[in-house]
């Protein structure tokens, strides 16, 4: 049936003066569903702590984000997930200090950490310590090096495991010094505090939080930190660049998502964490990790990936260091 001609221009005049009506997705504010952050070691620790309260934090913000634990192959699980993942927002990664090392530390990798995640926003940096057992006679940084050199390859060094954030902090202080210490690799930190404690090996490059209390009492000496500055919860012992100029190391943790993960998604957390980074409640518990907020643009992020996997790279190659 044909309209007649001036019904037809009606409609269509009707029809144009509509407002272009938005695809569904773009009607959708985000998140609309639930949104998991992968983290690629088992509960408990301070990567897991660290992303639980961001994790409330954007659920108090935007709602529905939850954590996942995926350990095993040194994070390498989780991080796959994740650049296997649709970027949709709905898929992110806790990224580590880890994930640059892995880089270089295993060979045949299906992804790279630098290409295939997008940088959303460090988080927090934590500091490690060099401890040493009482019994080494050493008080300070130059006294231990003297002593080490002195005693080569009678040292133990303890560390979390093979590649770990306090290995590769001992190994860049072997590099930079020249010391032979053995390196002893134990299943996490945990285990081989308690070597430490009881005098089974020397020193141990350790993370602040539930260690500072040992150099307390005196159970074992801090000889230095080894990030920039000093650490809050050790405000009497010195840098390791004190000592070593250019040393630096630290744990640290951000958020990440799969590559081409839309900008306004990634620009909408970036904004979130840095609101919450600023939170007297949140600033508080990252203090009682001993950390010190990161913050930042998504570029800021992305440059201290890239950095740190090429500066991991060079000490995994040096070293020798090997997954088993």
């Known amino acids: 049936m044909n309209l007649p001609r001036r019904r037809f221009l009606h409609l269509a005049v009707a029809t144009a003066a509509l407002p272009a009506m938005p695809p569904f997705a773009q009607a959708q504010p985000y998140p609309s569903q639930p949104v998991r952050i992968v983290v690629g070691v088992a509960a408990g620790g301070g990567a897991d702590i660290t992303t639980r309260l961001f994790s409330q934090w954007l659920s108090e913000r935007l709602g529905q984000f939850y954590v996942e634990n995926r350990p095993g192959a040194g994070g390498n699980i989780a991080a796959e997930m994740v650049v296997r993942?649709?970027?949709?927002?709905?898929?992110?990664?806790?990224?580590?200090?880890?994930?640059?090392v892995n880089a270089t530390l295993y060979d045949k990798l299906s992804f790279d950490i630098v290409r295939d995640i997008t940088p959303i926003a460090g988080i927090i940096g934590v500091a490690n310590v060099a401890y040493v057992h009482p019994s080494v006679p050493a008080?300070?940084?130059?006294?231990?090096?003297?002593?080490?050199?002195?005693?080569?390859?009678?040292?133990?060094?303890?560390?979390?495991?093979?590649?770990?954030?306090?290995?590769?902090?001992?190994?860049?202080?072997?590099?930079?010094?020249?010391?032979?210490?053995?390196?002893?690799?134990?299943?996490?930190?945990?285990?081989?505090?308690?070597?430490?404690?009881?005098?089974?090996?020397?020193?141990?490059?350790?993370?602040?939080?539930?260690?500072?209390?040992?150099?307390?009492?005196?159970?074992?000496?801090a000889l230095a930190v080894t990030t920039s500055t000093r650490s809050h919860l050790l405000p009497d012992v010195p840098t390791m660049g004190d000592f070593l100029p250019g040393y630096e190391s630290s744990q640290w943790y951000g958020l990440g998502a799969p590559k081409n993960?839309?900008?306004?998604?990634?620009?909408?957390?970036?904004?979130?964490?840095?609101?919450?980074?600023?939170?007297p409640k949140i600033k508080a518990r990252l203090t009682d990790l001993g950390?010190?907020?990161?913050?930042?643009?998504?570029?800021?992020?992305?440059?201290?990936?890239?950095?740190?996997?090429?500066?991991?790279?060079?000490?995994?190659?040096?070293?020798?260091?090997?997954?088993?």
Do not use: C
């Not at 300070?140 to 080569?152: D, Q």
């Not at 290995?167 to 930079?176: C, D, S, V, W, Y």
């Open 85 to 100: 993942a649709p970027p949709d927002g709905y898929t992110l990664l806790l990224v580590s200090i880890g994930n640059a």
């Open 139 to 221: 008080k300070t940084i130059p006294e231990f090096i003297a002593y080490a050199k002195a005693n080569p390859g009678k040292i133990t060094m303890a560390s979390a495991g093979n590649g770990t954030s306090s290995h590769i902090a001992g190994e860049l202080f072997k590099m930079m010094t020249g010391v032979n210490m053995i390196h002893v690799p134990y299943r996490g930190q945990g285990p081989a505090l308690i070597d430490l404690l009881s005098g089974q090996v020397q020193m141990m490059f350790a993370t602040t939080p539930g260690t500072t209390e040992y150099n307390t009492n005196g159970k074992l000496r």
């Open 261 to 279: 993960t839309p900008a306004e998604i990634v620009d909408k957390l970036n904004k979130e964490i840095n609101v919450g980074l600023a939170n």
């Open 291 to 324: 950390g010190t907020a990161l913050g930042g643009s998504p570029a800021d992020f992305g440059k201290l990936i890239a950095t740190e996997t090429e500066k991991w790279g060079k000490v995994v190659k040096t070293a020798g260091i090997k997954t088993d």
